[in-house]
């Protein structure tokens, strides 16, 4: 009966302007929806399934039939439809599961309430905003749960299910990022585009940023946009760590603090002298099939690399093996770590080491920043520069106290 009493308030409410004798079910035929149906479980449960399926056939062609009409004037479905997932749960409720029919009465509250919000967001989706949801949902939904969980391969270095997964989180971020800017991005400008991109891939957002700013004659927000997306990065990469490296958490935040605080005061600075920019930086679209399946390799062939050099050179030789590997992306060498035994080297030089792949990788955004945006990236470059001299020797501290 609560069930059925969330649904029909949020129905009788946007109903509520209809003439009286209009409606077809308000906030009491809901209530008794959901009672009713909620009754034929427990005779369903009580040993009469035969007679709880009479009794709810009968609710339901009551329903159809009292909306049938409605459906041909207004070719309106959601409260007919309403009415069904009412019958539903309150069925569910019946049959010995309260706790979830309340549940998915309030997800269905939500649905019903939150139509303008949910049918404007629709309509500023594209094409390709729809096919890269299709490619996530094929990815998260369609492959990921019916994958093998054991350990395959050479060295057994392969956990498909967990392998995959690498591939869900990162796409997973790049979804929520390109998504997020697709909606805010362009009407917030250039510093709401670098905190979201920034969450996903800062070195493509840097070289976004410093392409416009090499070829605009006057520069604006780019800058401060390339030092907010740093300052970002420092933020995602432990969280990343988290997810799949817990172990070295602690030892790897206090490795990124000093950049993150440096690269904030820097961003600070750099945002309170741009100009007002209102524009955005399209990021494009970050899933791609062929390039998350590339990843996939490339982490396979990580983990087993660092399964072999643990059993040739130890904790030493892995550590070479992150910093080689996360030179290229610092995501990769997280999840090579992620898939050892802590047994192979310890938390504080797996600290110091992915530590060392945000250095090699803020080289790189160093360099793209300084050769796209050229005399006019010199203050992006010199806060990049400043939280990599923190980070150096923050690294430098960590290293002579292994």
């Not at 920043?369 to 923050?394: D, E, H, I, N």
Request: charged letters at 10%; one cysteine or more; aromatic letters at 8%.
């Amino acid at each position: 009966m609560a069930s059925g009493l969330l649904i029909g308030v949020e129905r009788g409410w946007k109903q509520r302007d209809q003439e009286p004798g209009s409606r077809v079910a308000g906030v009491r035929t809901f209530s008794m929806l959901g009672m009713g149906s909620g009754i034929t479980g427990l005779i369903g449960a009580g040993g009469h399934p035969f007679a709880g399926a009479a009794l709810i056939l009968g609710i339901v062609a009551v329903m159809a039939l009292a909306y049938s009409r409605q459906l041909e004037s207004q070719h309106d479905s959601t409260s007919a439809v309403a009415a069904m997932v009412t019958i539903a749960i309150g069925f569910l409720s019946g049959s010995g599961n309260p706790s979830l029919a309340i549940a998915c009465a309030a997800v269905a509250v939500a649905f019903l309430a939150l139509r303008t919000e949910l049918h404007g967001f629709v309509e500023k989706l594209d094409e390709q905003d729809v096919k890269s949801l299709a490619r996530y949902a094929i990815l998260a939904g369609a492959v990921l749960p019916f994958l093998p969980n054991g350990h395959y391969g050479p060295f057994g270095a392969w956990n498909p299910q967990k392998l995959w997964l690498v591939v869900v989180l990162v796409t997973g971020f790049s979804f929520l990022g390109y998504a997020a800017n697709r909606i805010f991005g362009e009407r917030r400008g250039t510093i709401a585009t670098a905190l979201i991109g920034g969450a996903y891939s800062s070195t493509a957002v840097t070289q976004a940023l410093a392409q416009r700013l090499g070829r605009e004659k006057k520069g604006g927000a780019e800058a401060a946009g390339i030092a907010i997306a740093t300052s970002v990065m420092y933020l995602r990469v432990p969280l990343l760590v988290a997810l799949l490296s817990t172990r070295v958490l602690a030892e790897f935040t206090l490795l990124m603090a000093p950049p993150f605080v440096v690269s904030a005061i820097a961003s600070w600075w750099l945002y309170r002298r741009a100009p007002a920019q209102s524009d955005g930086v399209a990021s494009g679209n970050p899933i791609a099939i062929g390039p998350a399946l590339g990843f996939l390799a490339f982490v396979a062939i990580a983990a087993v690399a660092a399964r072999w050099a643990a059993g040739q050179f130890g904790e030493q030789g892995i550590a070479i093996l992150l910093l080689i590997t996360g030179t290229m992306d610092v995501d990769t060498a997280i999840i090579t770590l992620g898939g050892l035994d802590p047994s192979v080297i310890s938390s504080a030089l797996a600290a110091v080491a992915l530590a060392g792949t945000v250095l090699a990788n803020m080289t790189v955004k160093l360099g793209i920043t300084l050769v796209y945006g050229r005399s006019k990236g010199v203050p992006a470059a010199l806060a990049l520069g400043a939280s990599m001299a923190a980070l150096a020797v923050t690294i430098v501290i960590a290293w002579l106290r292994l």
